[in-house]
C-alpha cells in the first residue's frame, strides 16, 4: 500500500469485480470487508444502460452485495453535471433507462423541441430517426453531451458499436464534438467523490484499463491501482508515459490480513 493513508475508494466493475458471468477472484471478499468496516466506496461503470437498482441485482447474483446507493453510472454523473450546468433543463436524450431515469430525477424535462441538450449514451438499438432528430438539434443549437467515448462494447458474437461510435457520426454531420462526461474525463471521479463527500488525497482508485481508469485516476488526485483480471498486461505499462502507483494480480491482495 503506498504512503498515503487510503480510507475511501472507488472501483471499476467489469474486469475488475466481475467477468463476463462471475466474480473474480477476491471481489466478494473485498467489498463484504469494506461494507463491515464502514469503508466508503462506490462501484463504478461507463456503461449507461443500467440503473443501479439493474445493477445491484447482477453483482448480487454473482455473490457480490453492493446496494443501490453503492453504485456510480456514467449516467448519474452526466444527470449531476446538466443539473449543475442547467438546473431544471431540457435534453433529447437516446439511451436506456439507466440514462433517462437519471436525467430525469435531475430535474430535467425530456422533449424533442428546441432542448437545452442533446444527449448520447448506450443503448441495444441505435435509431436512425432519433440519431437524425439529434444531428438536426444540435444544427439548431442544442448542446451536444455523451455520456462516454468507448466506440465498442463487448457481446457474446463479438464487439457491438457503442456511444463513442454514434457520437462520431453525429459529429460528422455538425461538425460539432461532443463534451464526454464518463471515463477518462477525471470528472467521472471528482463527481462520485462529491457523492461520497470524500478528498482525492485519501481516496485509492482499482481499475483494469490504462487509458480510462489509470489516466483518469492520476488527472483526479487518486492514489491509483492497476488489475490485471481485465484489459490490461503488464506489457501495456511500457506503452504509456504514466504509472499507476500499483499493480496487482486481483482486488485478493488489497484485502486486509
Not at 473485498?30 to 469503508?39: E, F, H, K, S, V
Not at 445491484?56 to 443539473?83: H, K, Q
Not at 485519501?202 to 481499475?207: A, E, F, K, S, Y
Not at 492520476?218 to 484489459?231: C, K, P, Q, R, S
Request: proline share 6%; with cysteine.
Amino acid at each position: 500500500m503506498s504512503e498515503r493513508a487510503i480510507d475511501c475508494w472507488l472501483t471499476d466493475m467489469d474486469g475488475v469485480l466481475i467477468g463476463e458471468d462471475h466474480a473474480l477472484p477476491g471481489a466478494v471478499e473485498l467489498i463484504d470487508q469494506w461494507r463491515a468496516n464502514g469503508t466508503p466506496f462506490l462501484v463504478l461503470t461507463n456503461n449507461s444502460i443500467y440503473t443501479p437498482r439493474d445493477l445491484s441485482a447482477r453483482l448480487n447474483r454473482l455473490g457480490i452485495n453492493v446496494p443501490e446507493d453503492r453504485l456510480w453510472t456514467s449516467a448519474l454523473a452526466t444527470a449531476a453535471f446538466l443539473r449543475d450546468q442547467t438546473p431544471g433543463g431540457s435534453a433529447f436524450v437516446i439511451g436506456e433507462a439507466g440514462l433517462t431515469t437519471a436525467i430525469h430525477e435531475a430535474g430535467f424535462v425530456m422533449t424533442d423541441v428546441a432542448p437545452d441538450f442533446v444527449v448520447l449514451g448506450e443503448t441495444r438499438s441505435y435509431s436512425f430517426e432519433a440519431i437524425t432528430r439529434a444531428i438536426r438539434l444540435i444544427n439548431a443549437g442544442a448542446r451536444f453531451i455523451a455520456t462516454n467515448p468507448d466506440v465498442t462494447g463487448p457481446s457474446p458474437e463479438g464487439p457491438l458499436p457503442a456511444t463513442g461510435a454514434v457520437a462520431a457520426l453525429i459529429t460528422a454531420a455538425t461538425k460539432r464534438e461532443p463534451y464526454y462526461v464518463g471515463k477518462p474525463n477525471p470528472m467521472m471521479f471528482r463527481s462520485a467523490m462529491n457523492k461520497l463527500g470524500t478528498h482525492s488525497e485519501r481516496t485509492g482508485m482499482i481499475g483494469d484499463r490504462m487509458d480510462t481508469d489509470v489516466i483518469a485516476g492520476i488527472e483526479a488526485g487518486l492514489h491509483t491501482v492497476l488489475v490485471m483480471t481485465g484489459i490490461a498486461t503488464r506489457g501495456d505499462l511500457e506503452r504509456y508515459p504514466f504509472r499507476p502507483r500499483e499493480v496487482i494480480d486481483s482486488v485478493a491482495e488489497l484485502l486486509e490480513k
